[in-house]
């Protein structure tokens, strides 16, 4: 039995959630967010309350039950009060910039790298940080990661693209004689 998937969910004030046959649909004050489900589970919703249960006893839907209670949970959170994700850059003549709906980073390469930004992200961007802001937490989460990659944190100097509330264990180097 999931843990997660027998959790109840209470709906909040100003929040719609409808179930179709193979998507749900969340509606809130910050947007909303429609997501396609599998008929494995069954979702009911009374008095601002949704419960779940798995239609048959097979390890695959015991494994959505949980998994599909978790993303109803955060599309909810989401449409009330949206994630919020930020980066930061260390090292000489590391930048970037939004320009309309493209991210530009000077990043010590050769040449600019320019991403463009998902439908439903806002970025902004100061001098040392960016922060992603968005009401999906999984494309928030995303477009974190890709920015990230592209130039990770190294060991010995800590340049590089990091979130801020992660630590770069540093290493020592060589040791002068």
Do not use: C
């Given at each position: 039995m999931s843990?997660?998937?027998?959790?109840?969910?209470?709906?909040?004030?100003?929040?719609?959630?409808?179930?179709?046959?193979?998507?749900?649909r969340v509606k809130g004050p910050k947007g909303e967010i429609i997501r396609p489900i599998r008929?494995?589970?069954?979702?009911k919703q009374e008095n601002g309350?949704?419960?779940s249960e798995p239609r048959r006893n097979d390890k695959f839907s015991r494994s959505l039950w949980g998994t599909?209670?978790?993303?109803?949970k955060n599309m909810i959170k989401g449409v009330v009060t949206p994630f919020e994700?930020?980066?930061?850059?260390?090292?000489?003549?590391?930048?970037?910039?939004?320009?309309?709906?493209?991210?530009n980073l000077a990043l010590g390469f050769s040449h600019p790298v320019v991403l463009a930004i998902p439908?439903?992200?806002?970025?902004?961007?100061?001098?040392?940080?960016?922060t992603i802001v968005g009401i999906n937490k999984e494309l928030v989460?995303?477009?974190?990661?890709?920015?990230?990659?592209?130039k990770k944190p190294e060991p010995y100097k800590?340049?590089?693209?990091r979130y801020s509330t992660e630590v770069i264990r540093r290493k020592q180097g060589k040791k002068s004689a």
């Open positions: 843990r997660i998937g027998k959790q109840q969910l209470s709906i909040p004030a100003g929040v719609e959630v409808t179930f179709d046959a193979h998507a749900v008929e494995e589970i069954d979702f309350i949704i419960t599909y209670m978790s993303h109803l994700k930020k980066l930061l850059v260390e090292g000489v003549g590391f930048k970037w910039e939004v320009k309309g709906d493209n991210l439908q439903g992200l806002t970025v902004t961007a100061e001098k040392g940080s960016l989460g995303l477009f974190a990661n890709k920015v990230r990659s592209l800590g340049k590089g693209i």
